[in-house]
């Protein structure tokens, strides 16, 4: 496994690659894994002639109250996992690589940026969109691979490389949970044991709309005031959210069907927690 900081020599290496008719497999994260990450380099592994994965805690995707400097960063542990779990190339750049001083060019996602994660964290998405296409640049990957967990995430990334023509497939995988149901995120290891016990209210919220649309449910009203009761019994300390929107563009709709989709943000002790499901599986 090839550790690599400049990008232009991850760019030449990998353009050589593609230029030989290798697939390139791209795992971007913001280091501090776990197993949601390392499935996400093993879909790749087995997808593609070669993996690379990117450890860059960006600081644009961080408003000014939120977890920036204190965001795990596991460097050590991190390598060792890409390792095993198959990665070719890890591409760690500096900060000074990636947002010159007189950095000014943004990318400003459309209208999926706006509810939910948008209503909360204003300028997220920007920073995030901007972060994955300058990746896409520097990476000349066939194929990038994002986690369900951040739903919102993979629909403003998709809505991207479709607008600007990006020349590369977006592919989105499955939500890795515990034993218990919480979803898995780098954010968990905050929680204190009792906060991580109320923590799984997050799935039992969504199986539980999951399992109402499947009896029959469709009001809106209903599924959603269903999570934030089971939300409240656990309790969290706020919730954000706790909504049953359209599963393509994220707008509010009337009467739920099989293309909607429930996503759900709160608050437990000082740490914010997403989680989202389909109301029905494909
Ligand atoms: O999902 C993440 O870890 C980050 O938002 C990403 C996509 C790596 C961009 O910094």
């Known amino acids: 496994m090839k550790v690599i900081e400049n990008p232009l020599e991850i760019y030449s ?19 501090a894994l776990h197993e949601g990450h390392y499935s996400l380099v093993r879909r790749s592994v087995e997808d593609c002639d070669l993996t690379v994965a990117t450890i860059f805690v960006n600081p644009s995707q961080f408003g000014p109250k939120e977890d920036f400097s204190r965001y795990p960063r596991t460097i050590e542990a991190d390598l060792a996992g890409l390792k095993a779990a198959g990665t070719d190339f890890v591409f760690i750049p500096k900060n000074e690589d990636i947002y010159r001083d007189q950095h000014s060019t943004w990318v400003q996602p459309g209208d999926v940026s706006l509810p939910l994660e948008g209503q909360f964290r204003a300028g997220h998405y920007r920073g995030v969109a901007t972060i994955v296409l300058k990746l896409f640049n520097i990476i000349p990957a066939s194929v990038a691979f994002f986690g369900r967990k951040d739903f919102q995430q993979l629909q403003v990334i998709r809505h991207m490389v479709e607008d600007l023509n990006v020349p590369i497939r977006i592919e989105g995988c499955e939500t890795i949970r515990e034993a218990d149901g919480l979803a898995m995120s780098s954010r968990n290891r905050y929680l204190s044991a009792e906060e991580r016990v109320r923590a799984t209210s997050l799935s039992r919220a969504l199986k539980q709309v999951h399992q109402a649309y499947a009896n029959g449910e469709t009001s809106i009203e209903r599924l959603e005031s269903m999570m934030k009761q089971t939300l409240e019994q656990a309790p969290v300390t706020s919730i954000d959210y706790a909504r049953v929107v359209d599963g393509s563009s994220l707008t509010d709709i009337s009467i739920a069907d099989e293309s909607s989709h429930a996503l759900i943000a709160v608050r437990i002790g000082a740490t914010r927690l997403i989680d989202n499901m389909p109301l029905v599986c494909t």
Request: aromatic share 6%.
């Open 13 to 31: 290496q990998l353009r050589f690659a593609r230029a030989e008719g290798q697939s390139v497999g791209l795992v971007p994260t913001m280091g």
